[in-house]
């Protein structure tokens, strides 16, 4: 706004994730046309006061990172998980019982189930190719809600995903409000 700008485009946000490396930094190799890329999570803005002591130790690493040459993507990537997974573990009964992400699950659902289905068995047969997860080698709509049941043991390692997609969603939603407010078009 302070420099007249009417239009900011973006490159593509959505998440790459299918082999936890440097490959996956790629923009256009999006595993999901929604889904947007951990990677842009603020671990600060979800952590709020509340929670801020849950990410101190992460925060020195950041600080690490961000004074290096270049973007050791691995690096970043293993620090926002793991702090994300800190912040999930602290605060998901709160945030899943809140109307807000219950609204944003429903209204999502038809895309961010199967986001975190794949993200979890990619993750749990260490492959994206979908032809080496056995039972779950072809899409079965019973099959998935199985595996993402609230009562399914994985539940946490499933629901995780829904958590950061709403965290991500609500940070763009504030991004695009901030700039709309100001007479920018995202």
């Known amino acids: 706004a302070k420099v007249s700008l009417r239009m900011i485009q973006l490159l593509p946000v959505n998440d790459t994730t299918s082999t936890h490396t440097k490959a996956d930094s790629y923009p256009y190799a999006a595993i999901s046309a929604f889904a947007l890329h951990p990677i842009y999570a ?11 002591k849950r990410i101190k130790s992460y925060l020195s690493r950041k600080d690490e990172l ?4 270049g973007v050791d993507y691995e690096a970043v990537m293993e620090l926002k998980w793991d702090a ?10 709160e945030v899943f019982q809140e109307a807000e992400y219950g609204n944003f699950f429903l209204e999502n659902k038809s895309w961010l189930v199967p986001y975190a289905a794949y993200s979890y068995l990619r993750d749990k047969f260490g492959s994206p190719d979908s032809s080496t997860w056995g039972k779950y080698a072809n899409y079965d709509e019973t099959l998935i809600q199985e595996l993402c049941s609230p009562l399914a043991k994985q539940y946490d390692r499933i629901a995780i ?4 997609q709403y965290q991500l969603h609500l940070q763009l939603k504030d991004a695009h409000d901030y700039a709309n407010a100001n007479g920018i078009i995202l």
């Open 161 to 164: 995903h829904f958590f950061i």
């Open 42 to 52: 603020s671990i600060e803005t979800i952590a709020g006061k509340k929670h801020a």
């Open 84 to 93: 994300l997974t800190a912040l999930y573990q602290s605060m998901k009964d």
């Open 66 to 69: 961000n004074a290096s040459v």
